[in-house]
């Protein structure tokens, strides 16, 4: 089964022994992945259901290692709610080595039903000005068919991954549905003025050049037009070839650019490097993968990267 049809089944998956096992009066329990579909389910569900994260604060899902005490969780679960796209592939052998018994739960893909146009499936870098796409592809935690997962970080397709755990809200716990409709409602609401926030502030740095250490910002650079004209590290945890960081070193001194931005997720020395090789200053964006889990993270996280971007390309 390829990852489309796989994202479709589990953006829908059941799995049936029953009835949903929470009483008259008690709290679904809702687990998510990473901090953004957190912040997602957290905000749909307000005080109506129990939310946690399988990932603790500052563990990345590419770092994550799931314990009997994680299969536990994720066994009582009603809803299992993950971003999808390749990010958790660990999941679907968490998902197999905890089904529940004698109850339901759904398992939802925050990113399934995205249209093919808007996901990202290589690496795609302005070299010297013009995009052109990588033609070498590999095989890593971002799934077989190499698309990007990092859709969190346009508000947009964080609204459309909103939409898709609110259905799944209201199917286990259709009592309260109403209410998790309002609830996401005043959320969605709050995103759609966090994108015009965004836009209108990052206008005036579109042709600014910028480099970023591994490949989160296409869905982010592409959403608000900037100019990020190449990755450090175009596979997590696999350093690049020196041809490759040759050719990275011309792009960066012909197209002006000014700043590259590590990431606290990573190791900095490489980054560090490449700043000083080309006397261009070293700053850092967080994608957002993990950090505090509180509801407003995600925003304060993006108004954060704008704050950033702000200061460092103005």
Request: charge should be neutral.
């Amino acid at each position: 089964m390829n990852s489309r049809c796989r994202s479709i089944v589990w953006c829908f998956l059941v799995v049936w022994a029953g009835v949903f096992s929470c009483a008259a009066g008690e709290k679904i329990r809702v687990v998510t992945t990473i901090l953004p579909v957190y912040c997602f389910a957290k905000n749909i569900a307000g005080d109506l259901a129990d939310v946690s994260s399988l990932l603790e604060s500052g563990v990345g899902p590419h770092d994550f290692q799931y314990k009997a005490s994680d299969l536990s969780r994720l066994k009582q679960a009603d809803i299992v709610v993950l971003n999808g796209l390749g990010l958790e592939s660990w999941m679907q052998r968490a998902l197999e080595s905890s089904k529940p018994t004698g109850r339901m739960r759904l398992v939802v893909e925050a990113s399934s039903g995205l249209k093919s146009e808007l996901i990202y499936h290589v690496t795609e870098l302005q070299l010297g000005g013009d995009m052109k796409k990588e033609t070498k592809v590999h095989d890593h935690d971002h799934g077989h068919d190499m698309a990007n997962p990092h859709t969190w970080l346009n508000p947009r397709l964080a609204m459309h991954a909103v939409t898709n755990i609110l259905q799944a809200f209201q199917k286990a716990d259709p009592g309260n549905a109403p209410r998790y409709a309002e609830n996401a409602r005043q959320y969605l609401e709050r995103l759609s003025t966090l994108d015009s926030e965004l836009d209108t502030a990052l206008k005036p740095l579109r042709q600014k050049a910028f480099v970023v250490f591994h490949d989160a910002f296409p869905y982010f650079t592409s959403r608000y037009q900037l100019r990020m004209v190449g990755v450090i590290e175009e596979v997590p945890d696999v350093e690049p070839t020196l041809k490759y960081l040759s050719n990275l070193t011309k792009t960066i001194r012909k197209n002006g650019v000014k700043v590259i931005f590590a990431e606290p997720q990573f190791p900095v020395p490489l980054a560090k490097r490449i700043a000083s090789d080309t006397g261009v200053r070293l700053s850092e964006l967080d994608p957002l993968e993990t950090g505090r889990f509180e509801p407003t993270a995600y925003e304060d996280g993006l108004r954060q990267i704008l704050k950033t971007l702000v200061n460092e390309l103005k």
